[in-house]
């Protein structure tokens, strides 16, 4: 039976990670792997959740399982974090997945369920791993104009145009922050427009959240969120805690179906449970028992605020950094939207071919669409890319 398997494309991503870890040069630089990274090139444990895991140690008794939707006050604390006070408690069902990735997954299968003809509308482009769900669901991808080639900034009209497109029974999948792969963002008036558009077509939002208090700070990051679901009847939001709380590997997210009727949440909370018992029956638990002790401990949470408000700056000073050294090499402003872009990501604009030439000639590596990821900078390595992307003519 298994002969009848075909390869599968290789994982772009993936495939870079490894020419880099095989690139001999001392002085290579690794812009591709969404990954946060301090100034020595580290993803350190944060402060908060160490503390947090040193308590835990001391005080978990079991490890027998959590219920289908994981502890419900990971759910409750994840929550509050993304939606505030924008929604009622009694409007909102939750249940914890394997990482943001589960969540987009249990969100997509949710909507399968709900309307097995929906078209689910995408960002051009988008995180490549939301094409690669659909499409291997076989669920219809719509895509949407979002980045202006020319501005380096969100092509808000094209996107209305493409969005008004979407009917009752589809979903239009929105970034809450920070877009990845682009940085270019959405601000509260276009934010407003597009709950305006959605109520009048009828569309489903789906808002996939996943880099919260790494792009204007942790309330100003979900104002979007809040204000959609808010707003309109109902919504699914997936959120992940890898990039915010440093917790890659213990795959901690979060899957929101929000209503505007309470009485629905009933039987959102059922299916979610449902789910979840496809899929991989009960959710880890480890990383959500962490965000939980560190969202409900002021202690904790205060020290976690600080030091995501330190990543956060330190990208915004490496963004300003690289933009002002691409305007002293360059004579021009036009790399200006660095500055402006939030978040680990950048798309520069550079072709295929130029990226090559970076990674032949100075050794950085970056996806070959000209993402880079911010983090993976520091004060020494800024002047080395900025050189080599004027080098690179891009």
């Known amino acids: 039976m298994f002969e009848s398997l075909t390869e599968q494309p290789p994982d772009k991503i993936l495939m870079l990670m490894q020419a880099y870890k095989e690139d001999p040069r001392e002085q290579k630089i690794d812009l591709g792997v969404g990954v946060y990274k301090d100034a020595e090139g580290r993803t350190p444990i944060m402060r908060a959740v160490k503390a947090a895991e040193k ?122 922050c920070c877009h990845n792969p682009t940085g270019a963002n959405l601000n509260l008036t276009q934010w407003q427009a597009v709950v305006d558009l959605l109520l009048k077509t009828g569309a489903v939002p789906m808002i996939d959240i996943a880099y919260q208090g790494f792009g204007d700070g942790l309330e100003a990051d979900a104002e979007g969120v809040r204000l959609v679901a808010s707003s309109v009847p109902e919504c699914l939001i997936a959120a992940s805690c890898s990039k ?67 990543m956060r ?15 002293r090499l360059s004579g021009s402003d036009r790399f200006g939207f660095i500055a402006q872009h939030r978040g680990m990501f950048s798309r520069l604009g550079a072709t295929p071919e130029q990226v090559e030439t970076m990674r032949e000639q100075h050794g950085i590596y970056m996806v070959g669409d000209s993402r880079l990821n911010i983090a993976g900078l520091n004060a020494k390595s800024v002047p080395v890319l900025a050189q080599a992307i004027i080098d690179a003519g891009v």
Request: aromatic share 8%; glycine share 10%.
């Open 244 to 310: 915010n709380f440093g917790i890659y590997r213990e795959r901690t997210g979060l899957l929101m179906a929000v209503a505007s009727d309470p009485s629905r949440q009933k039987l959102h909370q059922q299916t979610l449970n449902y789910l979840n018992r496809q899929n991989f029956s009960f959710p880890p638990d480890h990383g959500a028992r962490l965000v939980t002790m560190v969202l409900n401990d002021d202690a904790l949470r205060a020290d976690w605020q600080a030091e995501v408000e330190a």
């Open 313 to 327: 700056t330190g990208m915004l000073k490496l963004r300003e950094q690289l933009a002002q050294e691409l305007r």
């Open 55 to 176: 308590q835990l140690w001391e005080v978990e008794e079991t490890k027998a399982y959590t219920g289908l939707a994981g502890d419900p006050a990971f759910g409750e604390a994840l929550s509050r974090l993304v939606l505030g006070d924008a929604v009622p408690a009694g409007h909102v069902a939750a249940a914890a997945t394997p990482g943001g990735t589960g969540a987009c997954r249990q969100g997509f299968d949710m909507i399968r369920m709900a309307n097995p003809d929906a078209k689910v509308y995408v960002s051009d482009p988008t995180w490549p791993n939301h094409l690669s769900i659909l499409k291997h669901m076989g669920i219809p991808v719509v895509p949407y104009r979002y980045f202006d080639d020319e501005t380096r900034g969100v092509d808000f009209d094209g996107m209305m145009v493409d969005i008004g497109r979407a009917g009752a029974g589809d979903v239009v999948l929105l970034h809450g």
